[in-house]
C-alpha cells in the first residue's frame, strides 16, 4: 500500500508499506478520508519528537476491512470514525482526571503509524461508528475536540462574554463556530483580511485585520468599544509571540487568556507580572483532546450546528501530500483533506 512516512526533520515522503495485519483487539481500516493537522506540521519541522520512520495522520475515518482475534467479526464493513488518542487510566494525571496530560499517552500518527495510508491498525475501543455522520464530518472528529477541550478550560458553554480569538486559521474559525453556535459574542483579528472576513461569515460579529508585527493602538480602541471596555476571554490560536503578548495588552480585569496554538519550541513571551496582578488575569493553555470531549464532539457534529464544509479544501491524494506538509503547497487557509488512492492498493487477505 502506498503511504506518507515521517523520518527525520524536513523528510517525508510518499512510500510503499505493507497492508498490516491487525492483532488481538484490532481492526484492520481501510483509510477513506484522513484530515492533515497543524501538528502534522510541526512534527515534519522538527518541533515534536516523534519516533520514526512514522506514517503520520490521527485526523482520520474509514471502513473496517477485518478484525483480530477478541474482535467481533460484526465490525466488518462498518464505516467509522477514530479517537487517536489512547490514555493509560492509571498515571497520576489520569488518576487526576486530566488525561489530556496522561504520562503514557498514545496516539496513531505519533507512538503509532497513522492515516496517512491506505490502511491502518485502529484498536476497536477508538473507533466511533458514524450511523449516519456524514464521513468528511467525521475527519473533524478530533481536531473539534481539541478545541472543546480547550474551551472547557475558559468555562465551556459557561465562557464569559464577549470572547477574542487571535489567528482565524482553520482552527481559529472552528473556535469562532463553536462560540457563535453557543450563543457567544465573539471577534476575531487576523493579519489575512480573506480570513477576517470568512470568520465574519460563520459567526463572528466583528473582526479587525492586525499588522504581524508592529503598533496596534487603533485596533486596541476598537476592540475596547465593542467589548463595553473589557474583554473576558482572549483565545491564541496562533502560537505566535506576539499575538500572545498583544492579548495580555487587550485583556480586561479578571479576564482569562487561553494558549491553543502550537508554538516553536525557541519561542519565547515577554509577560508584565504587574500588568498580571493589578488586573488578576489568568493564563491557560489547552494542549490535546480528552474522552469526554471526544464525545462531545461527536454530539456536536451530530446537532449540524457547524458548516464544516466551509473549512475544508477539496481531498488531495498521498502523492501530492508531501508537498503540503513540507509547505511547499498551501490549501489556501483551508484544511488539507487526504483521499487515500485506493484503486490500485494492494488488497488485504483473507
Same mark, same amino acid.
Given at each position: 500500500m502506498q503511504s506518507v512516512t515521517y523520518f527525520l526533520p524536513g523528510e517525508v515522503r510518499l512510500t510503499r508499506a505493507q497492508i498490516p495485519v491487525p492483532g488481538d483487539g484490532e481492526v484492520l481500516l481501510k483509510v477513506l478520508l484522513a484530515g492533515m493537522c497543524t501538528t502534522d506540521r510541526h512534527i515534519v519541522q522538527g518541533h515534536f519528537t516523534v519516533p520514526s520512520p512514522r506514517i503520520l495522520g490521527h485526523e482520520l475515518a474509514g471502513v473496517v476491512q477485518a478484525t483480530g482475534p477478541g474482535v467481533s467479526p460484526d465490525w466488518t464493513g462498518k464505516t467509522c470514525g477514530v479517537m487517536p488518542a489512547r490514555f493509560c487510566g492509571t498515571c497520576s494525571m489520569c488518576r487526576q482526571g486530566q488525561p489530556q496530560l496522561c504520562q503514557n499517552f498514545e496516539c496513531l500518527g505519533n507512538t503509532h503509524d497513522g492515516g496517512f495510508a491506505g490502511y491502518t491498525i485502529v484498536r476497536v475501543e477508538q473507533l466511533v461508528p458514524l450511523d449516519g455522520l456524514p464521513l468528511l464530518d467525521a475527519v473533524w472528529l478530533e481536531p473539534l475536540a481539541c478545541v472543546l477541550q480547550a474551551l472547557e478550560q475558559l468555562g465551556g458553554r459557561d465562557t464569559p462574554d464577549p470572547v477574542l480569538v487571535s489567528g482565524a486559521g482553520v482552527l481559529g474559525r472552528l473556535m469562532v463556530q463553536v462560540l457563535a453556535a453557543w450563543g457567544k459574542q465573539v471577534a476575531v483579528v487576523d493579519p489575512n483580511p480573506d480570513r477576517v472576513d470568512a470568520a465574519q461569515a460563520m459567526g463572528a460579529q466583528a473582526g479587525w485585520v492586525v499588522p504581524r508585527t508592529g503598533p496596534v493602538s487603533d485596533i486596541a480602541s476598537a476592540l475596547q468599544a465593542w467589548a463595553g471596555g473589557s474583554i473576558a476571554a482572549l483565545i491564541d490560536t496562533t502560537g505566535q509571540p506576539v499575538s500572545i503578548e498583544r492579548l495580555l495588552d487587550w485583556a480586561?480585569?479578571?479576564?482569562?487568556?487561553?494558549?491553543?496554538?502550537? $508554538?516553536?519550541?525557541?519561542?519565547?513571551?515577554?509577560? $508584565?507580572?504587574?500588568?498580571?496582578?493589578?488586573?488578576?488575569?489568568?493564563?491557560?493553555? $489547552?494542549?490535546?483532546?480528552?474522552?469526554?470531549s471526544f464525545t462531545a464532539a461527536y454530539t456536536l457534529l451530530c446537532s449540524c450546528q457547524l458548516d464544516l464544509s466551509a473549512l475544508s479544501a477539496p481531498p488531495v491524494s498521498l502523492e501530492e501530500l508531501p508537498d503540503y506538509l513540507l509547505g511547499k503547497r498551501s490549501p489556501n487557509g483551508l484544511k488539507v483533506i487526504v483521499s487515500p488512492d485506493s484503486a490500485g492498493q494492494d488488497q488485504p487477505h483473507d
Amino acid at each position: 500500500m502506498q503511504s506518507v512516512t515521517y523520518f527525520l526533520p524536513g523528510e517525508v515522503r510518499l512510500t510503499r508499506a505493507q497492508i498490516p495485519v491487525p492483532g488481538d483487539g484490532e481492526v484492520l481500516l481501510k483509510v477513506l478520508l484522513a484530515g492533515m493537522c497543524t501538528t502534522d506540521r510541526h512534527i515534519v519541522q522538527g518541533h515534536f519528537t516523534v519516533p520514526s520512520p512514522r506514517i503520520l495522520g490521527h485526523e482520520l475515518a474509514g471502513v473496517v476491512q477485518a478484525t483480530g482475534p477478541g474482535v467481533s467479526p460484526d465490525w466488518t464493513g462498518k464505516t467509522c470514525g477514530v479517537m487517536p488518542a489512547r490514555f493509560c487510566g492509571t498515571c497520576s494525571m489520569c488518576r487526576q482526571g486530566q488525561p489530556q496530560l496522561c504520562q503514557n499517552f498514545e496516539c496513531l500518527g505519533n507512538t503509532h503509524d497513522g492515516g496517512f495510508a491506505g490502511y491502518t491498525i485502529v484498536r476497536v475501543e477508538q473507533l466511533v461508528p458514524l450511523d449516519g455522520l456524514p464521513l468528511l464530518d467525521a475527519v473533524w472528529l478530533e481536531p473539534l475536540a481539541c478545541v472543546l477541550q480547550a474551551l472547557e478550560q475558559l468555562g465551556g458553554r459557561d465562557t464569559p462574554d464577549p470572547v477574542l480569538v487571535s489567528g482565524a486559521g482553520v482552527l481559529g474559525r472552528l473556535m469562532v463556530q463553536v462560540l457563535a453556535a453557543w450563543g457567544k459574542q465573539v471577534a476575531v483579528v487576523d493579519p489575512n483580511p480573506d480570513r477576517v472576513d470568512a470568520a465574519q461569515a460563520m459567526g463572528a460579529q466583528a473582526g479587525w485585520v492586525v499588522p504581524r508585527t508592529g503598533p496596534v493602538s487603533d485596533i486596541a480602541s476598537a476592540l475596547q468599544a465593542w467589548a463595553g471596555g473589557s474583554i473576558a476571554a482572549l483565545i491564541d490560536t496562533t502560537g505566535q509571540p506576539v499575538s500572545i503578548e498583544r492579548l495580555l495588552d487587550w485583556a480586561g480585569p479578571r479576564a482569562r487568556v487561553l494558549l491553543f496554538g502550537v $508554538s516553536s519550541p525557541s519561542a519565547h513571551i515577554t509577560i $508584565s507580572p504587574q500588568k498580571l496582578f493589578t488586573r488578576e488575569l489568568t493564563i491557560l493553555a $489547552s494542549s490535546g483532546m480528552t474522552p469526554a470531549s471526544f464525545t462531545a464532539a461527536y454530539t456536536l457534529l451530530c446537532s449540524c450546528q457547524l458548516d464544516l464544509s466551509a473549512l475544508s479544501a477539496p481531498p488531495v491524494s498521498l502523492e501530492e501530500l508531501p508537498d503540503y506538509l513540507l509547505g511547499k503547497r498551501s490549501p489556501n487557509g483551508l484544511k488539507v483533506i487526504v483521499s487515500p488512492d485506493s484503486a490500485g492498493q494492494d488488497q488485504p487477505h483473507d
